[in-house]
């Protein structure tokens, strides 16, 4: 660790004590009113009317989401295994504003903090210009963001598949809000109480299925592979359950605030249970003792988790939130910010071994997506992979797949890249950028062996019968991202696509002779931006000015 990094650790460390301090024998108080923050701010970005205005301008509740792991750890452990109860009431102003802004004062550590950490890989360059003034240059981060835009678009049309249900879903509104006007009721004259029915839950819950549709986590391994005994898909189902109540609970919530004067979102997003009670539904719906355990432990953010999540600069996604011995709460920010990815982390954390078994299934997983995306008649993608051998018959190296365009006789030769999200983690970042870099010795045993022939050569050595005459290209697609901002060092000899990108290009224009269109495009990260931005942020005892050009 730097010392600019090292520097801001020690401001925040100081900064929570200070604040745990402060709040001594409110702490349940407190986290419940942090939790409620959460709460708001994700609703505000995933339901709001204008949802899209305010995740494009509402730093403020940008801050509080990235907040969220640094602000609740010390509370969580706290208040780990205190047998104590739930001190449930309304919000108070004072209570709210307090907590909002000790959100968004974490979240501006974490930022800066990440910006500081970006120093050891290369990404930034820091300088104390005097003991209390940093000043951290960095480039823009271009092609990080080009590739979460596409990513993000990817998801979006997997959506869309589910669209004419989702419209028949939506016609049935009225009734289900009818439904909803019959059990759920004030409670106290500030909370919300309710008897769900089973026929709305399982509305909800088949939204919760749609919505979930394209999440890059629910995907990361094939549905078959056994982690902990329980097949992938099995656990998440378990995510989507989880989420689907969520969505209930929201719809409970929004439905009685605007048919009732006076009541607070604030106060009706976020609910409480005791954790035999969790147990209990989950055991209602069909789970063994045992698993209910594990699916509610996966399910979890505690003191652990929380310090997980602050090291990797992630935002937690939980559907429980520890709250010592008996009682967890239940927000809503987990599930409507990302509905699987909480789990996901969590069984690749705790059932590794199983989950570096399955990761090879990718493969198989992603040829198949290459055919259903490039399909017959036009294209040709074998079942299979290949290996490639030298004139003197030892191994080469393998091909993961090859695409023959039928149309142009051009073949493509693809070595696919499948690895594990790196999220907002920079340490995941830089190890992900280092293995798609190990390509380029790929790129070049393959451009040896082509030797200058012909699509149609190199079709018939692979046993592909004849094809035509333009040269091969080579192409390396990764699943999630291929270009890292401020990478130069990728073989141009090849193209260097992502999976989203490339069907985003593909799905534009799908009459496009593609391969002809990514061997005009070969390249590899670059600048596109001069101008230089400068952000400074106020930390406690310290000026630190950001320069991005």
């Known amino acids: 660790m730097h010392r600019a990094e090292k520097t801001i650790v020690s401001i925040r460390t100081e900064y929570l004590a200070r604040t745990a301090a402060n709040w001594r024998g409110y702490e349940r108080q407190f986290l419940i009113e942090l939790v409620r923050g959460l709460d708001e701010a994700s609703f505000a970005f995933t339901m709001a009317p204008n949802r899209a205005q305010l995740v494009r301008s509402d730093g403020a509740r940008h801050l509080i989401l990235l907040g969220a792991a640094s602000a609740l750890q010390p509370f969580l452990e706290k208040l780990q295994q205190d047998s104590g109860g739930v001190p449930w009431g309304p919000t108070s102003p004072q209570f709210s504003s307090v907590a909002d802004q000790h959100l968004m004062n974490c979240g501006r550590l974490a930022v800066v903090q990440r910006l500081a950490a970006a120093e050891q890989y290369g990404l930034a360059e820091a300088t104390f210009v005097s003991d209390n ?52 009721s004030v409670h106290d004259g500030w909370f919300l109480r309710y008897d769900p029915d089973e026929e709305v839950m399982a509305y909800h819950n ?26 992938f898909a099995d656990w998440n189902g378990s995510s989507i359950s989880a989420y689907g109540r969520v969505l209930h609970h929201i719809a409970c919530a929004t439905r009685l605030k605007a048919k009732t004067q006076g009541l607070g979102l604030r106060n009706l997003l976020t609910v409480f249970a005791r954790k035999d009670d969790i ?49 967890v709460l239940l927000p809503i920010f987990g599930g409507v910010m990302n509905a699987s990815a909480g789990l996901t982390w969590h069984l690749r954390r705790t059932f590794r071994r199983d989950w570096d078994r399955a990761v090879g299934g990718r493969e198989e997983v992603f040829r198949e997506n290459l055919q259903e995306l490039f399909a017959p008649p036009r294209y040709t993608i074998p079942d299979r992979g290949f290996r490639i051998r030298r004139k003197d018959g030892t191994e080469l190296t393998d091909i993961d797949a090859v695409l023959l365009d039928n149309k142009t006789g051009r073949l493509g030769l693809v070595q696919l890249k499948w690895p594990d999200i790196h999220g907002r983690s920079l340490a995941e970042r830089n190890s992900r950028r280092v293995n798609l870099l190990k390509a380029n010795e790929w790129v ?72 002809e269109v990514l061997a005009r495009s070969r390249r590899g990260s670059k600048s596109r931006r001069r101008t230089t931005s400068i952000d400074v942020h106020e930390l406690p005892g310290l000026t630190v000015e950001v320069r991005l050009s």
């Open 444 to 515: 070049s045993r393959v451009f040896e062996w082509i030797d200058g022939r012909s699509s149609g050569e190199i079709s018939t050595a692979l046993g592909l019968g004849p094809s035509g005459s333009a040269p091969p290209i080579l192409l390396v697609l990764a699943r999630h991202a291929a270009l890292f901002s401020g990478e130069t060092g990728y073989d141009l000899r090849a193209h260097w696509e992502s999976w989203p990108r490339l069907v985003q290009r593909y799905r534009n224009n799908p009459e496009t002779d593609i391969l």
């Open 133 to 184: 003034h940093l000043v951290l240059e960095m480039a823009f981060d271009d092609d990080d963001v080009e590739e979460r835009k596409a990513g993000a678009w990817l998801s979006d049309l997997a959506r869309q598949r589910f669209s004419a249900i989702e419209t028949r879903m939506a016609a049935q509104k009225a009734e289900v809000a009818a439904k909803i006007d019959r059990y759920a």
């Open 206 to 231: 088949d939204f919760a299925e749609i919505y979930s549709a394209g999440t890059a986590e629910a995907d990361a391994l094939p549905g078959s592979a056994l982690l902990g005994g329980r097949s």
């Open 279 to 327: 147990a209990a539904v989950w055991q209602q719906s069909g789970e063994t003792a045992e698993w209910s355990e594990q699916i509610i432990a996966g399910l979890s953010l505690n003191a652990d988790t929380a310090a997980i999540c602050e090291r990797d600069h992630e935002l937690p996604l939980p559907y429980y939130v520890d709250f010592g011995r008996h009682f």
